[in-house]
């Protein structure tokens, strides 16, 4: 068992407590039902436990494919051990089909194919507010510098690559997502970009590939997707069962020979 402390941040569907560990914090995962334009509150029973094994399941997928990402290993039913990062002040979405805003602001059908995935940047202001903006803005302001953007770019497309691979395989099709990048300060100057928050039905738009119907509102869709995935049995679960669930470790990132491709910054010299 991991110790946890005091609140970090907290949000809607999650929360980060610090550890005892200065360098790591406890992601912990809430039923509370994600807001949105046309949802107000309520929760999801059980939720939290899904997108907690779903998220740390992606993490690990990831970090198989070179991507090096927060997660370091599940801790027990809602909770996960994190590295502690440095959280931007900008999320980024990819989008790979027209639906929500987009579809809104362009007055696209939804479920338009794209002519190929789109990145969008969002400035963060709280939780559930976010603000479209462009790499002229993160620049200008200075939320990230130019290999930092660079670097954030190829994350997004490498990342993109992958879950519509994974999901398509699954009979789901990933019609956009969000996702958060954080910084990791080495004690040489280097600086490392990692992913972080999570990866599960609250953050991605997921649509069966059959029906176009969303997996989304429902303990059914998260527990549909889940089993699809092979984390949570097929015959669905309670709090009893999973309590029995093996816990999930991201091998890769608790491997300390293994090396990440730091973002040199001239002039840096260790944590700021």
């Known amino acids: 068992m991991t110790a946890k402390n005091s ?3 907290g949000g809607v569907t999650k929360t980060l407590f610090s550890s005892p560990e200065d360098d790591k914090a406890v992601l912990s995962f ?7 334009s046309d949802r107000q509150g309520g929760m999801i029973c059980g939720k939290g436990i899904i997108n907690n094994r779903i998220s740390a399941h992606l993490m690990s997928c990831l970090e198989s494919i070179g991507l090096p990402t927060h997660f370091l290993r599940s801790i027990n039913m809602r909770e996960q051990q994190v590295r502690r990062l440095e959280a931007m002040d900008v999320v980024f979405r990819v989008r790979n089909v027209a639906a929500g805003g987009l ?4 007055g696209l059908d939804e479920g338009t194919i794209l002519p190929r995935p789109i990145i969008e940047f969002y400035r963060k202001r709280g939780a559930g507010d976010y603000n479209l903006v462009t790499d ?4 200008a302001f200075q939320w990230a510098d130019a290999l930092e953007l660079e670097e954030i770019v190829t994350i997004a497309y490498r990342t993109n690559d ?4 994974l999901m398509t395989g699954l009979g789901i099709r990933l019609v956009d997502f969000q996702m958060e990048i954080g910084r990791l300060y080495g004690d040489y100057g280097e600086l490392y970009l990692m992913i972080m928050d999570e990866l599960s039905p609250d953050s991605m738009r997921l649509w069966d590939i059959k029906t176009n119907k969303p ?3 429902d303990l059914e869709s998260y527990q549909e997707v889940a089993a699809r995935l092979g984390v949570i049995p ?10 029995n669930w093996d ?5 890769l990132a608790n491997d300390t020979t293994r090396k990440i491709r730091p973002i040199i910054k001239k002039g840096t010299k260790g944590r700021p």
């Open 215 to 217: 997996f989304m509102g």
């Open 162 to 165: 992958y879950l519509n691979g």
């Open 247 to 251: 816990n999930i470790e991201n091998i």
């Open 103 to 106: 579809s809104k602001r362009l």
């Open 234 to 243: 097929r015959e669905g679960f309670n709090e009893k069962k999973a309590q």
């Open 30 to 36: 809430t039923d509370n039902r994600r807001q949105s």
């Open 7 to 9: 609140k970090l941040v």
């Open 136 to 139: 002229d803005h993160i620049l």
